[in-house]
């Protein structure tokens, strides 16, 4: 079982539609845990971190359940800006290591 | 005002070249990280320095050598390059203890490293 596993999509989706991505992870004692956009060619950038209670910014809620070991994202109001990877990001604990997922393709079409 | 920068960002080398990839941050971070994305888009973690400290060794070939002169900069060189090398090469920064804690990474823009 990988580490981290993610849905590979891709996700098409019209503009003004909600789409929800979810993410497993395998360590129980993993301690943090990131969503993160990464545009074609382009560089990851952090989306969001995801705290127990679950937060949203704007757009975009992400949640954490760690009894089933996994976190969402969900992004409502879909903009054709949207359109990226999507990583998701479980950091363990103990030490300085970061496990990135292989991210889920979505493309939000006009 | 580019906070993690990286040079450069292209380069084509032939099998067998030794090569360099340069990195700064100026965002005052204390850890930084050299991440590997191969061409199925995996991000994989290589190394990472605490404070000049190499912290991460992950099972990367001993051609690879990261060099650390000062908590703002982390280089990493290339000896005996192979075809299997090519892929986008971050570098990136974070600050609070372990990788990147609550406030995540910042990356550099990337090198995309073709071996010929």
């Known amino acids: 079982r990988k580490e981290v596993e993610q849905d590979p999509g891709p996700f098409n989706v019209p503009e003004g539609a909600t789409v929800a991505f979810n993410c497993t992870y395998s360590?129980?004692?993993?301690?943090?845990f990131f969503w993160y956009r990464q545009d074609c060619r382009k560089e990851p950038k952090l989306l969001m971190s995801?705290?127990?209670s679950g937060n949203e910014d704007g757009r975009f809620t992400a949640q954490l359940n760690r009894a089933s070991q996994y976190i969402s994202l969900l992004i409502r109001d879909s903009k054709l800006s949207d359109s990226a990877t999507y990583l998701c990001?479980?950091?363990?604990?103990?030490?300085?290591?970061?496990?990135f997922g292989a991210g889920t393709r979505l493309f939000v079409k006009a | 005002d580019t906070a993690v920068s990286q040079t450069p960002k292209y380069l084509v080398t032939q099998m067998g070249n030794d090569k360099s990839i340069k990195c700064e941050q100026n965002?005052?971070?204390?850890?930084m990280y050299w991440y590997k994305q191969d061409s199925k888009k995996f991000l994989k973690i290589m190394f990472s320095?605490?404070?000049?400290?190499?912290?991460i060794n992950e099972t990367v070939p001993n051609r690879f050598s990261p060099k650390s002169p000062d908590k703002a900069h982390l280089n990493l060189h290339i000896n005996s390059l192979e075809l299997g090398d090519s892929a986008v090469y971050f570098c990136?920064?974070?600050?609070?203890?372990?990788?990147?804690?609550?406030?995540?990474?910042?990356f550099g823009s990337g090198t995309r490293l073709t071996v010929v």
């Open positions: 990001v479980v950091t363990n604990t103990g030490g300085f290591k970061t496990i």
């Open positions: 990136a920064s974070s600050q609070g203890g372990f990788a990147g804690s609550n406030y995540g990474y910042t």
């Open positions: 360590n129980s004692a993993s301690q943090s």
């Open positions: 965002l005052g971070h204390d850890t």
């Open positions: 320095y605490n404070n000049k400290e190499l912290i």
């Open positions: 995801v705290y127990s």
